[in-house]
């Protein structure tokens, strides 16, 4: 069974331009869920996907912003890149949104120059 | 509001060396408590789901156990592949996953 797929792997952009990552959720996953990891804050929760409607959101300002697809495959946004976006970024699925666990992708790492 | 507190932030074992890794939570109607490995350069790796007090899950050389207000992760006879860090994480009624820090263990041969 394939497991969480996250593209692209790295990327490098500049302060200003915009990002847009994609996730690709275990097969008959329909949440998926985005975080932020950076060696100083650990993991922080970006939002919540189940059946295409947002369920939750974390405390990230409007610049970031992401969707859910039919097939539950999701994209995640942001504008107007600032140097301390710079980090890894984990895309999650689990089956529901219920408490069951989330399985990772390897991330994409976003690097701002 | 919802938080989970992870000790030691690192850990140094000899392999052998058994030891335990804890996770203190405050959450309103836990949904579940969730151990992750994360290996560096990788997302993290599940783990084991804890769902309430008194359960215990097992796997190879790792148990965790719950309680009320904290999680241990016990390692018993850790190796060298054991090392890295292990993140836990609590799901509180009607909210999102919420993560500790992390425990970052090394195990020398």
């Known amino acids: 069974k394939a497991g969480v797929t996250q593209t692209p792997r790295y990327l490098i952009k500049t302060r200003g331009q915009q990002v847009t990552l994609s996730c690709s959720p275990i097969?008959?996953?329909?949440?998926v869920s985005w975080y932020q990891q950076t060696p100083g804050q650990g993991l922080q929760f970006l939002f919540e996907?189940?059946?295409?409607?947002?369920?939750n959101k974390g405390n990230f300002p409007g610049r970031f912003s992401g969707r859910q697809f039919s097939n539950s495959r999701s994209e995640m946004n942001v504008s107007t890149l600032e140097l301390g976006d710079s980090a890894l970024y984990l895309c999650?699925?689990?089956?529901?949104?219920?408490?069951?666990?989330?399985?990772f992708g390897d991330g994409t790492r976003l690097s701002i120059l | 509001e919802d938080q989970v507190t992870q000790s030691p932030e690192a850990l140094r074992l000899q392999e052998g060396e058994s030891s335990s890794l804890n996770c203190s939570y405050t959450?309103?109607?836990?949904?579940?408590l969730f151990w992750y490995r994360q290996d560096p350069g990788k997302g993290p790796e599940f783990l084991f789901t804890?769902?309430?007090a008194g359960e215990e899950k097992e796997k190879e050389r790792l148990k965790a156990t719950l309680t009320k207000k904290e999680s241990f992760l016990h390692i018993t006879a850790p190796k060298p592949e054991d090392s890295a860090t292990y993140l836990c994480?609590?799901?509180?009624?009607?909210?999102?996953?919420?993560f500790g820090e992390g425990t970052q263990l090394t195990v020398n041969p």
């Open positions: 999650a699925s689990s089956p529901t949104e219920a408490g069951q666990p989330q399985h």
């Open positions: 097969s008959g996953h329909r949440s």
């Open positions: 996907y189940f059946s295409e409607t947002q369920r």
């Open positions: 959450v309103s109607g836990l949904r579940g």
């Open positions: 804890l769902y309430s």
């Open positions: 994480a609590v799901r509180p009624s009607g909210s999102r996953l919420t």
